[in-house]
C-alpha cells in the first residue's frame, strides 16, 4: 500500500477513536443528568425544610441525600473514567478544568448539608450553594457538547446541554415560586424575576426542539400532560400577572408538588436523550469501522492489481490505482468539509452561551465583581430592557473597546 | 492532594501537550515552507524550459530536481513523525486526509518530471500540476493553522500561511507574467488574470501584516528592496495598465529574474516566521512547564496544612485550603476563557478561506463542476464584478438555499 493509502486509512481511525471518545462523553453526560436531578430534589427539599424551620420534609431530605449520595459516586466513576495521564484528551485543559470546579464542589458537600441539617443557613445562601454546584457540572455538559467533531453527535449534545440547563431553570423557579407563596407575597421585582425564569427555560426549550431529533421530540410531546401544564401555567399567572400583592400562603406546597411533577416528567424526557446519544454514537462507528473495513479491502486490491470485473457500475473501480485512489481521497475531502460546515452550524448556537460568559467576565475584570454579582446585573438589565440575555451581553461586549484596557 | 487539584494540573499537562505537538507542528509547516519555494523554482525552470521548446534551463532544471527532492525527503520525514498510529492527533482526520493527498500528489512526481523532460506536456498543463500540488501542501498548513489551541502561536500560524499563500500568488505571477512577455503579448482577460493575481497577493499579505509580530514585520520590511519593487511595478503597468497588445518578447527573461528575486527575498521571511514561531513554542511550554510546578508546589504545600508566612501580599494564600484551591480555580477558568475568546478571534480569519472551500463546494456538486473549474469559476466572477473572492463566495452561498437540494 501507498503511504498516501495509509495516511487515508489513518484519518479514519481518528474518526472512529474521537466516536468513541464521544461514547464515553455521552455516558458522563447521562451520570451528570442523573445527579443533577437528585440535587434538584434535594435542594428543593432543603428549602421547604429551612424555610418550615426544620418542620417539614426532614426525613425526605435524609432519604434524598442517600439518593444523591449514589448518584455522586456514578459521577465520580465517570471522571475517573477520564484519561487526565494521556494529555491527548479532546479539549482536555477546559474539560478538566470544569471537573476541578465540581470535584471543588463536591469536597465542600458534606460541609452544606451538615449546615443545612443545623439550620445554619437562610434558604437563599443554600439554594445559591446548590445553585452553583449544578452550574459546575453543566458547565462540564457545555464543554462536552463544545468539542463533539461529529456533527450530528454535536447535535445531539446541544440539544440535551439545553434540556438540562432549560431544567435547571424549571427547578430554579420551583424553588423560587414556592419560596414566594410560603411568604406569602411577592413585589414587582420579584414578579421580573419569576418571568425571566420561565423565559429562559423557553430560551433553552426553543434550542433543544431545533436540535433534537423527531424521536427524542415525539417522547417529549407525549410526556406532556396538558392539565398539568394548564394548572402550571395559571398558578404562574395568579402570581406574576397582576399587581404585585398577596399570594395565599397553602399555595406552596402544591406549587412545590406540581412543579416537581413537571420536573419528573422531563427527567424521563433525559433518559430519553441519553440513550437516542448512546445508539447515535454505536451507529456512526459501527459505520464508520465497516466504511474503514471496505477501504482498506479496496486499497489493498487496488495495490495488489486485482481488478474488480464484477463490481456494479457505481463501485466499479478501473484497473488505474492512481484514478481510483485520487476519488477516494476527494471524496473524504469533500465528505469532511461538509461534516466541518455541518459542526461550525451547530456550534454556532454554543456561542450565544459563550457571549454571555465572556460578558460576566468583562464585568468582572472591569467593575470589579464576583462572577455572581455579574451574572445578576446581567439579568438584570436583560429584565429591564425586555431583552434576551445573549442580547444584552453582546451589548455590553460591543462596549468592550470604549471600556479602560486591561489584557 | 484533592482529586480537584489534581484535574487542575491535568488540564495544565494538557495545554503543555498541545504546546509541544504545536512545536512539532511548526518544524513540519518550516520544512514544507522550504519544499514549497523549491517546487515553486523548479515550475519556473519548467514552463522556461517548456515554452523555449527544451532550448534554455535544461540543466538548471536538473539541478533544481536534485534540491527539490531533498526537500521532499525533510518534508516526508515530518509526515512519518506524525503519530498516524494514537488516533487521538488533534484535528487528526483531516490533517492526515491533507497529507494523503500530498503523499498522491508526490508519488506522481516522477512521472510529472518525466513528461516535462521528454516535453509531453503543455507549460499551461505543467504548470497546473504544480500549481495542485503546492496547494495541498498549503492546505495541510491551513489545517495546522486551524487546529491550534493557543492564541499567540495560532495567530502565527496565520500570519505564517498567509505569507506562504501570497508568495504561491507571486510564483503563479511569475509564470504567468514569464508566458505572457513570452507570447509577445496579452489580451484583455489575461491582464485581467494578471491583476487578479496582484490583488489576490496584496489580500494574503495584508493578514499576514496584521498577525505577524513586530519583529517578523521589521525583517520583511528590511526585506523589500525599493528598487527591485520599483522595478516589478514597472513591468506589471508595462503589461496590464495600457490596451491589450504586444509586448516585448526579450522582456521574458528580465521578468522572470526580476520575478525570482522578489520571491527568494520572501524565502528570507519565511525562515524567520519559522524561526519566531519555534521559539514562540519554545517559550510558552518554557512558561506552562514553570506555572505548573509552581501550582504542583503550591498544591501539595496547602494540602499539608502548611502556611505561607513570607510570602508576599499579591501571592499570599490563607490558611484555608479551601479558599485558595477555589482562587486558582477560578484564576484557571478566567485564563482559559480568554484564550478561549482570543482564539476565537484569530479564527475568524481562517473562515474566509473556508467560505471560498465551501462556494467551490457547492458549485462542483450542483453544476457538476471539477475542483479546478469551480475555482476559476469564483475567480471569474470575482474579477468580472471586481469583487474580493470571498465576497463571491459568500454570494455565492447565500444562494445555496434556493439551488436544488442535494445533502
Redesign the interface.
Known sequence: M???????L?????????LEDLAQTGELVGAIGRFVHALQRERGLSNVFLSSHGSRFGEQRAQQVADCRQAEQQV?AQ?DRLD???????N??????????V??GL??LPQLRDRVAARQLTTREATAAFVRLIAGLLAVVFEAADSA?DPEVSRALVAMFNFMQGKEFAGQERAFGAGAFAAGGIDGAGQQQWRHLVDSQQACFQVFSEFAGPEVLRVDQAGRDATLLAEVERMRRMACAGRPGALDANLSQPWYELSTRRIDAMRAVEDVLALHLRHLCEARIAQARSELRDQRAMLQALASGAAYPEAEPATAYGPHL?RS??GM??E???R???M??EL?AVRATL?ER?AV??AK?LL?AHRQMS?DEAYKALRRMAMNQNRRLVDVAEAVLSLAEVLPGRR
Open positions: 501507498t503511504s498516501g493509502s495509509s495516511f487515508l489513518a484519518a479514519r481511525q481518528c474518526e472512529i477513536a474521537e465520580r471522571f487526565t495521564a494521556s494529555s491527548r484528551v479532546r482536555g485543559a477546559r474539560l478538566f478544568s470544569r471537573v476541578a470546579v470535584l471543588h469536597d465542600g467533531t492512481e485512489l485520487l481521497l476527494q473524504q475531502s469533500r469532511l468539509q461538509a466541518g460546515d461550525d456561542n459563550k460568559e465572556r467576565g468582572m462572577e
